[in-house]
């Protein structure tokens, strides 16, 4: 073959090689779509499924209006009765002694006892229908003061008083244990389990949703600075009464009607009972309580509107 005829066509395969060998090549990684690009954290070894691109902003990413809505809802300091953790909760017996307005409050105890009693057929009901059932068809206003226990027990009439927007949720602890010696023969808890005691409470309640305070009633209203000191971080007001109706035990429904309306006046809190079997008689009293405070010219009110009248809310 002619010398002049070959070098032509080895250029001509040498050309070919070269562009074969650029179609291999692989793409650029420049090139690649986005999902070739994984955000890792600055103190990440490695890239996990987990990591996300961060979208580009100027300061941290801002939660959404539902975020922010849910956020506000569930945050104790926006609520009634919030108090500085940073000081012992302070306790009220009563709200300014002017204008007309006085609280009802209702209290659901719920011990060990209780509880075994009521499982095993000892005891009907420690839930008193009848007292919800006249405020509600009197549109009364009204705070409950619930047990963790009891509303593990009654988890339907929770939801009922829940729903109803004149009635506030207060806490009365987990399980109606004493904070102090001595304390009408309660068993006692131990400074160490206080907080976290009452702590549970708020979260039993705080599913049911509903008008919830940071309102707080001490078993049998005994407390001391030991106990005082125990509950300061969880932010709470303690609240006794300065009407003690003395309705649990009570034989007759007179006692307790003259008990509320021989020392009831402006700003009063009323420390009644919602558990039936302990207190048989609060459901008779209740209407003649109410009529004898409407001659006085005394309204019920939410706990919060008679502690504080700035806080009242419309109830729609």
């Known amino acids: 073959m002619n010398r002049t005829r070959v070098l032509p066509l080895v250029a001509i395969l040498t050309a070919l090689a070269g562009v074969l060998a650029l179609l291999a090549l692989p793409t650029p990684a420049a090139e690649r779509g986005p ?9 990440a070894a490695t890239p996990t499924p987990e990591a996300a691109r961060p979208t580009p902003t100027s300061g941290a990413a801002r939660p959404t209006a539902t975020a922010e809505a849910d956020a506000a809802t569930a945050t104790p300091e926006a609520r009634p009765g919030s108090s500085d ?19 009802l409050t209702f209290d659901a105890d719920m011990t060990d006892a209780m509880r075994y ?10 839930a008193n229908a009848a007292i919800v059932d006249l405020l509600e068809r009197q549109q009364v206003p009204a ?3 619930l047990t963790g226990k009891w509303v593990e027990e009654y988890p339907e009439m929770t939801r009922r ?4 927007p004149r009635f506030e949720l207060a806490n009365h602890t987990y399980g ?9 023969g309660l068993p006692t808890i131990s400074r160490q389990r206080m907080a976290a005691d009452v702590a549970r409470t708020f979260d039993v309640i705080a599913p049911y949703g509903g008008r919830q305070t940071r309102y707080f009633r001490f078993p049998g209203l005994c407390h001391d600075q030991v106990a005082l000191t125990a509950l300061a971080p969880l932010g709470v007001t ?7 109706s003395g309705d649990p035990f009570a034989k007759s429904w007179r006692p307790i009607v003259a008990a509320v309306l021989s020392r009831v006046r402006p700003g009063s809190v009323v420390v009644l009972h919602v558990t039936e079997a302990n207190a048989p008689m609060t459901d008779e009293a209740l209407p003649h309580i109410l009529a004898g405070l409407a001659e006085r010219g005394l309204t019920p009110a939410p706990l919060s509107e008679v502690l504080d ?8």
Not at 117 to 126: K, N, T, W
Not at 238 to 244: I, K, M, P, Q, S
Not at 309 to 316: F, V
């Open 35 to 43: 999902a070739a690009i994984v955000w890792m954290p600055a103190d």
């Open 238 to 244: 303690v609240v006794d009464g300065d009407v003690v």
């Open 161 to 164: 008083l829940a729903a109803n």
């Open 117 to 126: 009693q009521l499982r095993s057929g000892a005891v009907r009901s420690y």
């Open 85 to 103: 953790p940073r000081h012992r909760p302070p306790v009220v017996d009563h709200g300014p002694r002017t204008g007309n307005r006085v609280a």
């Open 143 to 145: 705070t409950f003061f």
């Open 176 to 184: 109606h244990l004493a904070f102090t010696p001595d304390c009408y």
């Open 309 to 316: 009248p700035d806080q009242e809310q419309p109830i729609r």
